[in-house]
């Protein structure tokens, strides 16, 4: 798991946004991928942003998304080309 001050709060909505998905993709995404959430307040649901982020660039690339939270930041560390920073510079360029 990522250390605890690299973790993002976001809800569905500002995943959403961010990512450029619709917020029911991202809900999806939460319960098919089981993508970390880290607190539930009222109806909203907090999802940690770098894994939602992963799956996203995992998608993207067109490889299968690891099952849980942990083999996918241990698949991030295991591998620098795909690293969220990495992925962005190899898409820019």
């Known amino acids: ?3 605890e001050e690299d973790v993002e709060p ?5 995943a959403a946004e961010r990512l450029g998905r619709a917020p029911s993709t991202i809900r999806c ?10 607190k539930k307040v009222g109806k909203r649901v907090y999802y940690d942003f770098a894994d ?11 490889h299968p998304v690891p099952a849980t939270p942990e083999e996918r930041y241990a698949d991030r560390l295991r591998c620098p080309l795909k690293s969220p920073q990495n992925s962005a510079a ?4």
């Open 1 to 3: 798991m990522p250390p």
């Open 10 to 14: 976001v809800t569905a909505v500002e």
């Open 29 to 38: 995404w939460a319960l098919r991928y089981q993508a970390r959430q880290l």
């Open 52 to 62: 939602l982020g992963l799956i996203h660039r995992e998608l993207q690339h067109g």
């Open 90 to 93: 190899l898409a820019a360029a």
